[in-house]
Structure formats: structure tokens, C-alpha cells
């Protein structure tokens, strides 16, 4: 058997290895319900403020002027959800992550505090 063979071979079994654990682990998920995205959420409709009245992230920037997931700023009239831990996003940005994640995108809070999750580390 050539050396590729066997690395080949190798690299199977242990793919086979790691998809034998998969169904015996099952999938883990930390994504909300729909009900749980109602819960916590609490919406507005984005009025325009001054750059000196946002609030200024670590790097310098205003976070409060646009969305950390999709990088668009608010425009007068978006609506913007908040969480728990007062970070704001886009409505429908905030939700998509939320069905998939249970925290918040910047600081890693739990998006409902009463579930476990936590996000890697």
C-alpha cells in the first residue's frame, strides 16, 4: 500500500470515526423558539440621534448607529430590536442569529438568560 493509501485511509477512518460520534452525540441546539424570540426582543423604530449622542465601542466607533451583524447603519424608521443586555441590532438581523445562537452577537450574553446555553470559548 502506498503512503497517499494509507493516509487516505487513515484520514477515512477517522471521518467515519467522527460521523459514528455524530449520531451517537445527536445535534446540539442553541438556537430560540420562535416563542422565546418574541420574549426577548424588545422593539423600537430607529429616530435619528447625533454621533455624539451614540455610544462608542472599544475600537472607537458608534455602535449604536448601525447594525454589528449586518455592518448597514440604521436609517431613520428601521426597526431595531434590543436584548437583555441592551445591544441593538436589526429586527430581522437579531432574529436570524437568534435561531441559530442563543447569545448575543457582541458581548456573548445569554439572549434569554433563563436557558444554560453558552457560547463556545
Do not use: F
Amino acid at each position: 500500500m502506498s503512503s497517499c493509501s494509507l493516509a487516505y485511509s487513515i484520514l477515512l477512518l477517522s471521518l467515519q470515526e467522527l460521523l459514528a460520534l455524530e449520531e451517537r452525540m445527536g445535534s446540539v441546539s442553541t438556537a430560540l423558539t420562535e416563542e422565546s424570540l418574541s420574549k426577548c426582543i424588545k422593539t423600537s423604530i430607529y429616530e435619528s440621534a447625533p454621533i455624539k449622542d451614540a455610544t462608542p465601542s472599544c475600537s472607537g466607533s458608534h455602535d449604536d448607529v448601525k447594525c454589528s451583524i449586518c455592518q448597514e447603519e440604521y436609517a431613520v424608521g428601521d426597526e431595531l430590536g434590543r436584548l437583555h443586555c441592551q445591544h441593538r441590532y436589526h429586527v430581522v438581523c437579531v432574529q436570524q442569529w437568534l435561531r441559530l445562537k442563543n447569545w448575543c452577537p457582541i458581548c456573548k450574553a445569554a439572549a434569554e438568560p433563563s436557558l444554560p446555553s453558552s457560547p463556545p470559548s
